[in-house]
């Protein structure tokens, strides 16, 4: 991957209300093949099935680093992926931040 593409959000410094708003702004500026680079301190299952159900296969998702308190996930723009299933589907386990429409309610931040 060309580093000159990737972008860095770091969600840990972002206030808990505005999380996944910011999120999903950021996503929507990237342009096709770039990449944001997400660093949270905790698994955000909710919020990739929100990204999953919005953007499909449009928004690629690739952990990079998936340990207790260091979560780092690559979302990647490719605008030439058939919008339908997800290329990597979120982990079906509990936790995360239970996000849902009234945004994250993640205990940091």
Do not use: W
């Amino acid at each position: 991957m060309n580093n000159s593409n990737v972008y860095p959000f770091d969600a840990r410094g972002v206030a808990k209300r505005f999380r996944h708003a910011s999120i999903f702004g950021a996503l929507e500026s990237l342009a096709d093949g770039e990449t944001m680079r997400f660093v949270n301190d905790h698994d955000p299952l909710p919020l990739l099935g929100q990204i999953q159900q919005r953007y499909g296969n449009q928004v690629g998702i690739n952990y990079v680093t998936r340990e207790a308190g260091e979560i780092v996930i690559d979302f990647t723009i490719q605008l030439g992926a058939q919008n339908g299933a997800p290329a990597e589907s979120a982990p079906a386990e509990g936790g995360g931040c239970g996000g849902g429409g009234g945004g994250c309610g993640c205990s940091g931040g």
